[in-house]
């Protein structure tokens, strides 16, 4: 049964920095994009980064560009969310997802939600001083 879990969200305060992880079991990440969204209270879901099966794309969303790092360990079948800088308007709930590609498309990821099929539960992250 394909899962995911995400971990790592808590409580920081501003120009603080938290490590999400989203582990994958049931499937390996070689053959899936996996996309990292948030959803704050009141407002849509949001895309905030992707990396390509292959690892060799990444994208972010303007709004964390520059203080979010997206990172896969193929070993542990995890993808990761380093978040620095952290700004009280990052606070949301925090999803993975994943999508199976083909092999033409492993450079490919995009941080639109509508293509990806799993999804985990998604964890808490509150910026706040």
């Known amino acids: 049964q394909l899962q995911l879990v995400e971990s790592g969200g808590g409580l920081v305060q501003p120009g603080g920095s938290l490590r999400l992880s989203c582990a994958a079991s049931?499937?390996?990440?070689?053959?899936?994009?996996i996309g990292w969204f948030r959803q704050a209270p009141g407002k849509k879901r949001e895309g905030v980064s992707c990396?390509?099966?292959?690892?060799?794309?990444?994208n972010y969303a303007l709004s964390v560009e520059g203080r979010f790092t997206i990172s896969r360990d193929i070993a542990k079948n995890t993808v990761y969310l380093q978040m620095n800088s952290l700004k009280p308007g990052d606070t949301a709930v925090y999803y993975c997802?994943?999508?199976?590609?083909?092999?033409?498309?492993?450079?490919?990821?995009?941080?639109?939600?509508?293509?990806?099929?799993?999804w985990g539960q998604g964890t808490q992250v509150t910026v706040s001083s």
């Open positions: 049931g499937f390996t990440l070689d053959y899936y994009a």
């Open positions: 997802a994943a999508v199976q590609r083909d092999p033409y498309e492993a450079a490919v990821c995009t941080i639109g939600s509508g293509i990806y099929d799993y």
């Open positions: 990396i390509s099966s292959n690892a060799e794309i990444t």
